[in-house]
């Protein structure tokens, strides 16, 4: 059974930084596109950030030059570094990532927990 589980998070006040970990286990294949999504109350899910297999990445325009995404195919694992937060930011944050149990599959979305991220004023 393929799972996602995240870590990190927690509250920091504004300007400060955090690192989000998550890390893919079960029977996998191959790992396609990883990323980071995050919802704020009241809010619909938006995508942080995401990187391919190949290194390519993407980035919400509101977390440019703040955040950074990185992965360890080896590992299975995605960070998220987060830099200059702002109470903007403040959400709860969940892992993503299309995977492939076997060669065969077209694969399967999977979610993390979420971790929940506070920052103050």
């Known amino acids: 059974q393929v799972q996602l589980v995240e870590s990190g998070g927690g509250l920091v006040q504004a300007g400060g930084s955090l690192r989000l970990s998550c890390a893919a286990s079960?029977?996998?294949?191959?790992?396609?596109?990883m990323g980071w999504y995050r919802q704020a109350p009241g809010k619909q899910r938006e995508l942080v950030a995401s990187?391919?297999?190949?290194?390519?990445?993407n980035y919400a325009d509101s977390v440019k030059g703040r955040f950074t995404i990185s992965r360890d195919n080896a590992k299975r694992t995605v960070d998220l570094q987060m830099n200059s937060l702002e109470p903007e930011d403040t959400a709860v944050y969940y892992c993503?990532?299309?995977?492939?149990?076997?060669?065969?599959?077209?694969?399967?979305?999977?979610w993390g927990q979420g971790s929940p991220v506070t920052v103050s004023s």
């Open positions: 990187s391919t297999s190949g290194g390519m990445t």
């Open positions: 079960g029977t996998i294949a191959r790992l396609d596109i």
């Open positions: 993503n990532a299309r995977i492939l149990p076997n060669f065969r599959s077209v694969g399967n979305i999977y």
